[in-house]
């Protein structure tokens, strides 16, 4: 169940919208379940509609007229709660209406049991899944109803009523959440003829411009040439930056003017203060000159975000989750036209992953955030493989993300996650057939291919036959075969891929396994000095190599099958 709060200042306008059938067309059958004393005149239940109506309008404003002859009244004097059932939830009778009605004014402070000198109020139902509560906020003492973090209280009683009654238990947040749009928001783009409104869209925009940005001025000179933004940048009466606000040029009010959003209104990470604080942990990595592939230095952080999740501390844990959110956010930027969208939804959904109520120590994330900004700065990849292997690894992510938003209890980050996850396995889905069907056709000779399989039964012996059975073991086959043509030992590449994170929770282990060795075997290969002392070494941390002196004490098995054509 889901309760809508809101303020007025006429008790009759409110009255006639939920009695209205005309306008309205799903107030089938307004009437009342439930009133203050029970005694409440219902409109809907009589045959001189418009006296009854009137009669009960007078009724709800009597402590009102009484408080505004002494001055006492405020001035917003109506409080309406929505309460909706979900769709898959039974339709509950007018007497379940009524008690949960009852628990809802009681619990917000409207009406308190055995109060008396409680509000007055009403409830309404003129449609099966949904009723209203009408109340006004002055008591008969003519003091003004104590209902302070009303949402909350009615949120936490609609829980309760969830379990108690049998219903769907909506997911429910922790207040970090960006603010929904508003219906009249909603009206207004779909009268303009866009599927999002102007709040979401703006959300988008910033957000990528803050994953692109190395820096607080770079972010603001980034929103300034964005087509179609307007931006207006505050300032402190020293000169320095206080805030911004942005709008779309074609969204204005009823007098013409645009209409304005701080970054603050559009998500709680987007105000300025709070992009600073990411901005400037990125700015105080260490410059170094460029050794690798960003594609490669990103996919590789992406890879470690599981053990982070699983060893560090939870301020730790909140900025790779942010940063990886960042990464989400730029990758439209550099994908191909065809999967932009399910990727700009999965960076959509993910978003609110990225926020809880843990503050990020966003230091521990300065490798993501560089590797992401240096992807922008380079030319988009026209190959499929370096998209591929990043998504590879970002579905992974999200997973261990998803669990470790559960182990905290945050309900509404765990539903993101999970509805991102789906976005990025459509994203991969369309990415990675291209580019693995290019690498298998370049399926070494048979009898390199025999190596290869007794190799995978040494290195990787659980998950042998899965990956020989895989359509896709050809292009694990040629990056193997590569890397032992470049100087790597296949072997340890395979057992340095495969502890680098577990496989369980990949789809396809040999897809994972194919990224991996291919993006290990692009770094220079070890010199002779440098593999005699691996092979001496006999520990190792997360994410380094796997020593070869951890040799399996099962001898090795003859392969099963030749993977003839």
């Known amino acids: 169940m889901i309760a809508k709060i809101s303020s007025g200042k006429s008790t009759a306008g409110l009255i006639r919208y939920l009695y209205d059938t005309k306008k309205a067309k799903d ?43 002494l001055g006492r009244a405020p001035e917003r004097h109506v409080w309406h709660c929505s309460i909706r059932a979900a769709e898959t939830d039974r339709h509950l009778s007018d007497d379940d209406w009524a008690d949960i009605a009852r628990r809802v004014v009681t619990a917000t402070g409207i009406a308190p049991t055995d109060d008396p000198d409680a509000c007055r109020w009403v409830a309404v139902r003129h449609a099966p899944d949904h009723i209203h509560i009408a109340a006004t906020k002055v008591r008969a003492d003519l003091r003004t109803a104590r209902h302070w973090n009303d949402y909350l209280t009615a949120d936490r009683e609609l829980a309760t009523i969830e379990r108690e009654y049998g219903l769907h238990q909506v997911v429910r947040g922790d207040r970090t959440a960006a603010k929904r749009p508003t219906r009249a928001e909603q009206e207004k783009a779909k009268r303009a003829g866009q599927t999002r409104t102007a709040r979401e ?48 040029a074609d969204d204005t009010n009823q007098n013409g003017e645009p ?12 105000s300025l203060p709070q992009i600073r604080r990411r901005l400037d942990a990125t700015d105080q990595q260490q410059p170094e000159p460029r050794r690798t592939n960003p594609w490669h230095q990103a996919t590789a952080a992406t890879e470690r975000i599981p053990h982070h999740l699983e060893h560090q501390d939870d301020p730790a844990a909140q900025a790779h989750l942010a940063a990886f959110g960042e990464a989400l956010d730029a990758l439209p930027l550099l994908a191909p036209q065809g999967v932009r969208f399910p990727l700009r939804r999965a960076a959509e959904e993910f978003e609110r992953a990225t926020r809880s109520r843990i503050q990020a120590d966003h230091q521990h994330a300065r490798a993501l955030r560089g590797a992401v900004r240096a992807m922008v700065r380079e030319p988009v990849p026209r190959n499929g493989a370096l998209l591929a292997m990043f998504l590879d690894t970002a579905i992974l992510a999200v997973i261990a993300a998803a669990r470790w938003h559960q182990r905290r209890h945050h309900d509404q980050q765990v539903a993101a996650a999970r509805q991102a996850l789906l976005h990025l396995q459509t994203a991969y889905d369309q990415t990675a057939p291209q580019p693995l069907a290019a690498l298998a056709q370049r399926r070494p000779p048979q009898h390199v291919v025999e190596g290869h399989i007794l190799l995978i039964h040494q290195a990787i012996p659980e998950y042998a036959e899965q990956i020989l059975e895989d359509p896709a073991f050809d292009a694990l086959a040629a990056v193997l075969a590569d890397a032992k043509t470049s100087g790597h030992d296949p072997k340890r590449l395979l057992q340095q891929a495969a502890d680098q994170r577990a496989l369980d929770d990949a789809r396809h282990p040999v897809r994972v396994l194919t990224w991996r060795v291919q993006r290990l075997s692009a770094r220079p290969a070890p010199s002779a000095r440098a593999r005699a002392a691996q092979a001496r070494s006999t520990t190792y941390r997360p994410g380094e190599s796997v020593p070869t002196a951890t040799a399996a004490a099962v001898s090795p098995p003859q392969p099963s099958r030749s993977r003839r054509r």
């Open 27 to 69: 107030h089938t059958d307004p009437h009342l379940v439930a009133s203050w004393d029970d005694f409440a005149p219902d409109p809907g239940r009589t045959d001189d509609f418009d006296a009854a109506k009137k009669q009960l309008v007078a009724d709800l404003d009597l402590h009102v007229k009484q408080a505004k002859r």
């Open 259 to 270: 209409v304005w959003y701080s970054g603050s209104t559009l998500a709680p990470d987007l």
């Open 201 to 248: 869209r703006l959300r988008t925009t910033v957000r990528t411009a803050a994953a692109a940005a190395t820096s607080t001025e770079e972010f603001l000179h980034l929103l300034q040439h964005t087509d179609s933004v307007l931006v207006d940048i505050k300032h402190f009466p020293s000169g320095d930056v206080r805030g911004y606000t942005v709008a779309l």
